[in-house]
């Protein structure tokens, strides 16, 4: 995988009609397939008197995820079409979900592929598009006597991290993917090998 990649900066919402079918484009940021199912299924009961829900997502799980459903609508003319746009713009850990109202007039596959590629694209549009560094979490464990040292380190590295302080003090540090081992190599030479490092 690439050392960044493109995905929505948040929630994104777009509407419109066509020819009396009402398609709402539902848009989140999921890291997870568990959070894109979560939100699949938070808008399916938000949702629950519309004719059609349809999910599409793309997860940087291991291994890679991607998922589309037409919900009913006909074969290939929904879920695909809304998830070819996530493809296209090549967005990951990303979930779209289209909601349709049905307004009483058939539109054949080509009029439903459009509309559900378009709630999907304006939906996006209205998420926004970002590029993000792939991240990862690790605890460190160390005794007072070496907490400075952990502390002046981290904060120097410029990286997130949160500090408790009981028995001994534990750093929850959260680092670009591609810096995380050099950062853990430096922190057991600065303790002398004393920390206690837990890579989540």
């Given at each position: 995988m690439a050392d960044t990649y493109r995905t929505v900066a948040d929630r994104g919402e777009a509407r419109f009609e066509v020819q009396g079918s009402e398609f709402i484009g539902h848009v989140a940021p999921a890291t997870t397939v568990a959070d894109a199912e979560a939100f699949v299924?938070?808008?399916?009961?938000?949702?629950?008197?519309?004719?059609?829900?349809?999910?599409?997502?793309?997860?940087?799980?291991?291994?890679?995820?991607?998922?589309?459903?037409?919900?009913?609508?006909?074969?290939?003319?929904?879920?695909?079409p809304g998830l070819n746009v996530l493809q296209q713009r090549d967005i990951e850990n990303v979930v779209a979900v289209v909601t349709r109202y049905y307004g009483g007039t058939n539109l054949g596959v080509g009029g439903l592929a459009r509309a559900y590629s378009k709630a999907v694209k304006d939906g996006v549009d209205a998420a926004g598009v970002v590029e993000e560094v792939?991240?990862?979490?690790?605890?460190?464990?160390?005794?007072?006597?070496?907490?400075?040292?952990?502390?002046?380190?981290?904060?120097?590295?410029?990286?997130?991290?949160?500090?408790?302080?009981?028995?001994?003090?534990?750093?929850?540090?959260?680092?670009?993917?591609?810096?995380?081992?050099?950062?853990?190599?430096?922190?057991?030479?600065?303790?002398?090998?004393?920390?206690?490092?837990?890579?989540?």
């Open positions: 299924a938070s808008i399916r009961e938000a949702y629950a008197d519309a004719t059609h829900n349809v999910p599409a997502y793309r997860v940087r799980a291991d291994p890679f995820r991607e998922y589309s459903s037409d919900d009913d609508e006909p074969t290939g003319s929904a879920g695909k792939p991240h990862e979490t690790f605890s460190v464990t160390v005794e007072y006597d070496d907490s400075g040292s952990v502390r002046g380190l981290l904060e120097s590295a410029g990286v997130e991290f949160d500090a408790t302080y009981e028995a001994d003090v534990a750093f929850d540090v959260r680092v670009p993917t591609a810096e995380g081992a050099a950062l853990r190599d430096r922190l057991r030479s600065a303790t002398s090998g004393r920390a206690d490092i837990d890579v989540d």
